[in-house]
């Protein structure tokens, strides 16, 4: 079966710096790569994904990178601000399509100090 | 913008007793889920749905859950006998025929 891990569970920043969050996961037939946010009491809400023909994709601040040969995703955050304190969440499919269950990490509290 | 919608918001329970927790995906996505998360823990999957069937279903989906799609626009999960361990958020999702998953505001179930 697929695990999923993060490398910390909480990330202090200085608002207006970047963070980076890494994840690591173990299937290599994983094929698809999303990092959700999840505010208190809400739901998951998708930040940015990416399939396994790419290395990197960059959204409106947010940037993921894939390294397949290490099985290593990292979401880079630039320019935190205070907005952006939450719990990130990597999570894996690794039989693409809709119809797949994501596999979850454990999540990264996001921390951001004025 | 269209968004999954959940109720209730938090529903308690008696250990034994049956809980509905109700969805409503958004309405032109084709594959829905069932996830939850316990207390300061991850998102673990519970069970996906797509053409009326289960399409896959995690170790945590036993005899005791069920899922139904009643109607044109909601997608319910019921846990037949309930148990203190199934004290958890309930996160619905869906999606149309791309991979991403947009989740609801979650249902908190509490079984006393």
């Known amino acids: 079966g697929e695990s999923v891990g993060l490398h910390l569970p909480t990330l202090s920043v200085q608002e207006g710096d970047n963070s980076i969050i890494n994840c690591a996961y173990s299937n290599s037939a994983s094929d698809y790569f999303i990092w959700y946010k999840q505010e208190s009491g809400k739901g998951p809400q998708f930040i940015i994904d990416?399939?396994?023909?790419?290395d990197k994709r960059q959204g409106q601040r947010v940037t993921v990178l894939l390294n397949k040969t290490v099985k290593h995703l990292s979401l880079q955050i630039a320019a935190t601000q205070p907005g952006d304190s939450a719990v990130y969440f990597c999570a894996v499919s690794h039989s693409g399509g809709g119809a797949d269950g994501l596999t979850f990490g454990k999540g990264t509290h996001l921390i951001i100090q004025p | 913008e269209p968004e999954v919608t959940q109720t209730p918001s938090h529903q308690v329970t008696q250990m034994g007793q049956e809980v509905i927790l109700r969805c409503v995906p958004i309405s032109n996505h084709l594959y829905f889920y069932w996830y939850r998360q316990i207390l300061g823990q991850k998102v673990e999957f519970l069970v996906s749905f797509y053409n009326n069937e289960i399409s896959e279903k995690s170790e945590i989906f036993d005899d005791q859950f069920s899922v139904e799609r009643p109607d044109g626009s909601n997608f319910t999960l019921k846990i037949r006998s309930t148990k203190l361990e199934d004290s958890a958020m309930y996160f619905c999702?869906?999606?149309?025929?791309?991979?991403?998953?947009?989740f609801g505001p979650g249902t908190r179930l509490t079984v006393t």
């Open positions: 990416i399939r396994s023909n790419m």
């Open positions: 999702a869906s999606t149309a025929d791309s991979y991403e998953q947009y």
